[in-house]
């Protein structure tokens, strides 16, 4: 249930761009992803633990992506496999409105089944 949750969390961050153009919600949307996008670095490292400790397939591929994009500020400064994991994730930034789209539904659609 949590990797869920901070798919679609993250999603949100992901897609703070687009979420104004949703009716109704849109605004709202907004600002509480712009409130957690503050708080991304740390919401990105917990996503890639949860998924890594309680892996689940699908949500868990999608939380380390997601997490992946949302740390890609502190990548640098990881050892041996930080300049790589960086390439990686900026290549991923520059899907991350669909990335995030993704993330949002998955995360929902774990939360239903």
């Not at 709202?28 to 892996?55: C, P």
């Amino acid at each position: 249930m949590w990797i869920e949750i901070l798919n679609i969390i993250g999603g949100l961050i992901l897609c703070v761009g687009v979420l104004e153009a949703i009716p109704a919600m849109g605004k709202h949307l907004e600002k509480i992803a712009k409130w957690l996008g503050s708080f991304q670095t740390i919401i990105g490292i917990i996503a890639i633990i949860l998924a890594i400790f309680w892996w689940s397939d699908l949500q868990s591929i999608v939380a380390i992506i997601v997490g992946l994009i949302l740390i890609t500020g502190i990548l640098p400064a990881i050892p041996a496999m930080g300049k790589h994991l960086e390439k990686l994730a900026k290549w991923l930034g520059s899907f991350q409105t669909i990335i995030g789209i993704i993330a949002i539904i998955i995360g929902i659609w774990g939360l239903l089944a």
